[in-house]
């Protein structure tokens, strides 16, 4: 069993509730959506075949506990879920980006799914919301904004997460880096009471924006 690996490297997680955590991250190569501001459109080709085995050995030589298999997006691979099982076994503590288009029901649920629901300026507003009730407890949800469009479609989501179907996940707003200001997202969020987290994307504000494998 193998996949296609973009590259493994340790970092500081930068979004989540496990913000500001040193993380190992397994970016897998390819996505099906093509987002307006996506910052790791070299993930989108650019990789080579692993065994399951051989990406374990690399975690394991990483000296890690907290691993995030990122993309690109990848549940777009059939070997995903099988690498999670792998990994969970091992007693990592494993968190899934992913963008919210792929049914989740196929996730291990110790995982923690991170599910990036695309508001209009990505230009790819393809989210199944079913999704929303195949989250576990511990599953958070992110809405990456980039103007007011997309704050008001965000709220419009978190108004079904919140009322329609009760459910009590973490919520992140994130603004998009160097688009929507910070503090004017963070305004909104208080203006209207919101029950969310700001996210500001941690790793670009300590690393080189445009460098990789950080």
């Known amino acids: 069993m193998s996949l296609i690996v973009n590259e493994i490297f340790n970092s500081i997680q ?5 913000a500001g955590l040193p993380c ?3 970016r897998l190569t390819g996505c099906n959506l093509r987002c307006s501001y996506c910052d790791t459109t070299y993930a989108y080709h650019e990789g080579s075949e692993r065994s399951i085995n051989k990406i374990l050995k690399k975690v394991l030589s990483l000296m ?3 691993v995030e298999i990122t993309g690109g997006e990848p549940l777009m691979q059939e070997e995903t879920p099988t690498l999670i099982d792998a990994l969970i076994q091992e007693k990592y503590t494993v968190l899934l980006e992913t963008n919210g288009t792929f049914n989740l029901n196929a996730v291990n649920n110790k995982c923690i799914k991170i599910v990036d629901f695309k508001c209009p300026s990505s230009n790819e507003k393809k989210n199944d919301l079913y999704n ?10 992110k809405f990456v904004i980039a103007n007011k469009t997309d ?6 989501i978190l108004r079904i997460i919140r009322q329609q179907l009760s459910l009590e996940n973490t919520v992140h ?4 880096f160097d688009c929507l200001e910070p503090k004017n997202l963070a305004k909104w969020i208080i203006g209207d009471h919101l029950d969310v987290r700001l996210n500001m994307q941690l790793h670009k504000i300590i690393w080189d924006r445009n460098k990789r494998g950080v």
């Not at 929303?132 to 949800?141: G, M, Q, Y």
């Not at 704050?151 to 419009?156: D, G």
């Open 64 to 66: 890690c506990g907290l």
């Open 14 to 18: 930068g979004e989540s509730s496990y």
């Open 173 to 176: 707003f994130s603004p998009v």
């Open 151 to 156: 704050y008001i479609y965000a709220k419009k």
């Open 132 to 141: 929303l009730k195949r989250l576990s407890c511990h599953d958070e949800i």
């Open 24 to 26: 190992t991250f397994i």
